[in-house]
């Protein structure tokens, strides 16, 4: 369970840390509300950074704490260490890259990564007792 615990944290922590990234960015810019449209904006590229988080940190933290509850096996635990990387990776690959209008290879390693996992652990989910 010390796995879940510690996975759900990192998740969460880089949620807020992210969120805390979009404020001070739109405090600097003074765009206040909505978003540019460049993918190349650095506003634009930590929202969509934020935004993509959202969208996957919750349902992973609820397959870490599912599967960690119940005695996982060590690739699941594996599984939930390389799906935080994974999400870290792509966060930071949007970040730094030049424009999300092109690949990058923290973006395609951090996203195989999340879908490869993901579907692994809900697979595990459904495995144990």
């Known amino acids: 369970m ?7 944290g990192a998740l969460g922590l880089l949620l807020f ?5 979009v404020s001070m960015m ?6 206040i509300g909505g978003a540019p ?14 935004a993509n988080t959202a969208e996957y940190a919750p349902m992973l933290a609820i397959l870490f704490l599912l ?3 119940r005695n ?16 870290y990776l792509i966060a930071i690959g949007m970040v730094v890259s030049s424009t999300l ?12 990564g999340t879908y490869v996992t993901g579907v692994a652990l809900c697979i595990a989910a459904f495995m144990t007792p």
């Open 72 to 87: 996982p096996s060590a690739w699941m635990l594996w599984a939930m260490g390389i799906a935080v990387v994974s999400r």
């Open 101 to 112: 209008a092109k690949p990058h290879p923290l973006r395609f390693v951090g996203a195989l």
């Open 26 to 31: 739109r405090g600097r810019t003074g765009v």
């Open 67 to 69: 599967v960690g509850e």
């Open 2 to 8: 010390q796995v879940a615990i510690i996975g759900t």
């Open 37 to 50: 449209t460049d993918p190349a904006d650095p506003l634009y590229k930590v929202i969509r950074a934020h």
């Open 17 to 21: 840390l992210l969120g805390l990234a």
